[in-house]
Nanobody, 123 residues
Framework: QVQLVESGGGLVQTGGSLRLSCASS????????MGWFRQAPGKEREFVAA????????EYAVSVKGRFTISRDNAKNTVYLQMNSLIPEDTAVYYC????????????????WGQGTQVTVSS
């Protein structure tokens, strides 16, 4: 089993920045590709970003490419999502995800989920 705990969400104005963190415990963190998904009210959960086990490869949704950066620290069992130039359309609950499959771009490929953290961007 893998336990994932997100932190760092909050309220920010358009153009602002936030950094999300996800701490992992349980099975070896380095065994999993890690990702972030988000879900806005009334919408399906969607892929945001992913990073391979060793950190050598990353994937981003088109909507966040150039604004968001995913990174991981395997020594700290933590994955991060740096979000810059935030816009109201980024408002959602953000979920941390651990997956065996690469890249984990659809929810069905995720093995473990965090509980989610709310990000709200005001206009």
């Amino acid at each position: 089993q893998v336990q994932l705990v997100e932190s760092g969400g909050g309220l920010v104005q358009t153009g602002g920045s936030l950094r999300l963190s996800c701490a992992s415990s349980g099975r070896p963190f380095s065994s999993y590709s890690m990702g972030w998904f988000r879900q806005a009210p009334g919408k399906e959960r969607e892929f945001v970003a992913a990073i391979r086990r060793g950190g050598s490869s990353t994937e981003y949704a088109v909507s966040v490419k150039g604004r968001f950066t995913i990174s991981r620290d395997n020594a700290k069992n933590t994955v991060y999502l740096q979000m810059n130039s935030l816009i109201p359309e980024d408002t959602a609950v953000y979920y941390c995800a651990a997956a065996i499959q690469w890249p984990p771009v659809v929810p069905t490929t995720v093995n473990y989920w965090g509980q989610g953290t709310q990000v709200t961007v005001s206009s």
